[in-house]
T-cell receptor, first 115, second 115 residues
Framework: AQSVTQLDSQVPVFEEAPVELRCNYSSSVSVYLFWYVQYPNQGLQLLLKYLSGSTLVKGINGFEAEFNKSQTSFHLRKPSVHISDTAEYFCAVSDLGGGSYIPTFGRGTSLIVHP | NAGVMQNPRHLVRRRGQEARLRCSPMKGHSHVYWYRQLPEEGLKFMVYLQKENIIDESGMPKERFSAEFPKEGPSILRIQQVVRGDSAAYFC?????????????FGPGTRLTVL
């Protein structure tokens, strides 16, 4: 069975500062990893995903994430945040456990960007 | 290209009534997933359907909840005899192939309030 841990429930940061949102996962098989963003009163939308190949993945809105197999992590980073990045961020993992690829989502990290 | 549509966006029911939530997947997508989101708890998988088939309902409560995805028309999540604890945001997502590499495309959600 797979699981996802997002270590921080809330991350406050000032505008133009760098940010890292942490995600660790556990799985007994190879995984696919995703970061989604949810703006207030909206559904989730994909920021980026790791399927294979280069461990550094670049996504939309200037975000990137690095897959670290030895540490079972997939932390999300942005070098300089904007007010508009204030949102809930979800890490997700999918594998073939159970016979179908049902992604498991973390509990979310609320990124709060202050002016 | 229309995205995933969900209606209604907001639904108010009294205890004991039935709630019907509808989801139309993206054009060309035949895989539909339902999730429930409670504050501070992230996104919980409920059920995964393909046209006319339930593939995985491991996250569905055993009683009062049912889901379908008929050959024609939207997917329906049905909650009978609602209780206050059913109050939550319910999200539908669709994907093209059901594989682990798929991006899930989310609708805006239905916010159910049980009085």
């Amino acid at each position: 069975a797979q699981s996802v841990t997002q270590l921080d429930s809330q991350v406050p940061v000032f505008e133009e500062a760098p940010v890292e949102l942490r995600c660790n996962y556990s799985s007994s098989v190879s995984v696919y990893l995703f970061w989604y963003v949810q703006y207030p009163n909206q559904g989730l939308q994909l920021l980026l995903k790791y399927l294979s190949g280069s461990t550094l993945v670049k996504g939309i809105n200037g975000f990137e994430a690095e897959f670290n197999k030895s540490q079972t992590s997939f932390h999300l980073r942005k070098p300089s945040v904007h007010i508009s990045d204030t949102a809930e961020y979800f890490c997700a993992v999918s594998d073939l456990g159970g016979g179908s690829y049902i992604p498991t989502f973390g509990r979310g990290t609320s990124l709060i960007v202050h002016p | 290209n229309a995205g995933v549509m969900q209606n209604p966006r907001h639904l108010v029911r009294r205890r004991g009534q039935e709630a019907r939530l509808r989801c139309s997947p993206m054009k060309g997508h035949s895989h539909v997933y339902w999730y429930r989101q409670l504050p501070e708890e992230g996104l919980k998988f409920m059920v995964y359907l393909q046209k006319e088939n339930i593939i995985d309902e491991s996250g569905m409560p055993k009683e009062r909840f049912s889901a379908e995805f008929p050959k024609e028309g939207p997917s329906i999540l049905r909650i009978q005899q609602v209780v206050r604890g059913d109050s939550a945001a319910y999200f539908c997502a669709s994907s093209p192939t059901g594989q682990g590499t798929d991006t899930q495309y989310f609708g805006p959600g239905t916010r159910l309030t049980v009085l």
